[in-house]
């Protein structure tokens, strides 16, 4: 059966403008952007199918363009749709961040680093400089490899920091193995960072560690 002869209330496009996106599942957000599936599923069998081989959102998401070109159902076009709708998400998160909210809404500051480390497959160090009004004034990936004293080295985030005028740092990185809880290494380099700054007068706002699932936010555990 075709979507378009599903009851109304259950057909994807109709739930979303009745409801709002939040209340579509994962296959059927997936089938709004694929509009029709292949031979023998209509769409929402096909986004099934794709987040079933390739592990989920996260698992279809951390592929590049040319990656789910290779995934039946995903040709040239539907896969330039998909990458171009996460890095409009992307864009969305870092337009409200210049705005200020990164401590007006920490939430947002934590989806932020989730979208841009959570696809890496090692570690990967980066850090948010903020200006005296918390408005972003840029985001670098510094440091690639383990989080550990020989890997990540203050007195280069405190270069940048000067060299950018921020007056606070928010930092995180990425857990490739899916737990997001911090290390004694993370607190250890927390600390060294924060005790870094404050020497020259920038605040450490906060330290999240990316893994599965939300970003864990070190100063919401009390460990800055």
């Not at 997936?30 to 986004?47: E, I, K, N, P, Y």
């Not at 020989?150 to 928010?170: D, F, G, K, T, W």
Request: glycine residues 10%.
């Amino acid at each position: 059966m075709h979507i378009r002869d599903w009851p109304e209330h259950e057909r994807p496009r109709e739930k979303l403008l009745r409801s709002g996106a939040a209340h579509l599942s994962d296959a059927e957000l997936l089938a709004l952007f694929l509009g029709s599936g292949v031979r023998g599923q209509d769409a929402v069998a096909t986004a099934r199918t794709l987040l079933t081989d390739t592990g989920g959102v996260r698992g279809l998401l951390d592929r590049d363009a040319a990656g789910l070109t290779k995934l039946r159902g995903l040709g040239p076009a539907r896969a330039c749709r998909l990458a171009a709708a996460l890095e409009l998400g992307s864009r969305h998160l870092a337009g409200q961040l210049q705005r200020g909210e990164a401590m007006a809404n920490p939430d947002v500051a934590a989806r932020y680093f989730s979208q841009r480390l959570r696809g890496h497959h090692r570690e990967v160090f980066a850090a948010m400089f903020l200006d005296t009004r918390h408005r972003s004034l840029a985001f670098e990936e510094l440091f690639r490899g383990s989080i550990d004293g020989s890997e990540v080295h203050p007195r280069e985030v405190v270069q940048r920091a000067l060299a950018l005028n921020a007056a606070a740092v928010i930092v995180g990185h990425n857990h490739p193995s899916g737990n997001p809880e911090p290390s004694a290494a993370d607190r250890a380099v927390t600390q060294r960072l924060k005790q870094s700054l404050a020497l020259v007068d920038i605040r450490l706002l906060d330290h999240f560690v990316v893994g599965d699932g939300p970003a864990v936010s070190m100063a919401a555990r009390g460990m800055i």
